[in-house]
């Protein structure tokens, strides 16, 4: 059950669903969270597939079961195989390919706060330096967002 009651939602807003209910407790929060949540896909460099590899990775380390059924759709669109989602449920990146594996590595060490030198260098060989930025504050930004469903035990939509 949600901790937070969910905020009335003006119609104009784009997305009415849970999380949006949430952070509009307090409008101006929301506003700054909803805007780098649309740029740290938008905006990205990366390509929507490695995306949602990354976003599955760092929410599914954090057992983020919101998160999780909110990109699980996303992934399968951008062309991650049921077989390869399962992989990332149980944090099997070895069926992956050099780039992706390395990607989802990088992204689950942000998270923990791990990344070190040789890792870097891995990332480096196969993303550019604007690539890994955005990289790093995709894992990041999702690492916020599973926190804070996780802080509020957000229910799962119920028609995703």
Do not use: K
């Not at 740029?39 to 079961?65: D, F």
């Amino acid at each position: 059950m949600t901790r937070v009651a969910p905020a009335e939602l003006p119609d104009d807003l784009p997305v009415h669903n849970n999380l949006v209910r949430a952070t509009y407790r307090n409008p101006e929060m929301h506003r700054g969270f909803a805007s780098l949540a649309g740029r740290v896909h938008s905006a990205s460099h990366l390509p929507a597939r490695t995306r949602e590899l990354v976003v599955l990775a760092v929410v599914g380390q954090l057992g983020a079961g919101y998160q999780w059924q909110q990109h699980e759709r996303a992934a399968r669109h951008a062309g991650v195989s049921d077989d390869e989602i399962e992989a990332l449920r149980v944090g099997d990146v070895d069926g992956f390919g050099d780039a992706e594996r390395t990607a989802v590595r990088l992204a689950s060490a942000v998270d923990r706060c791990s990344v070190d030198d040789a890792l870097w260098a891995s990332a480096a060989q196969h993303y550019s330096e604007v690539e890994l930025s955005d990289l790093v504050l995709l894992a990041g930004f999702y690492g916020l967002a599973a926190r804070y469903t996780l802080a509020l035990d957000l229910d799962l939509e119920r028609d995703p």
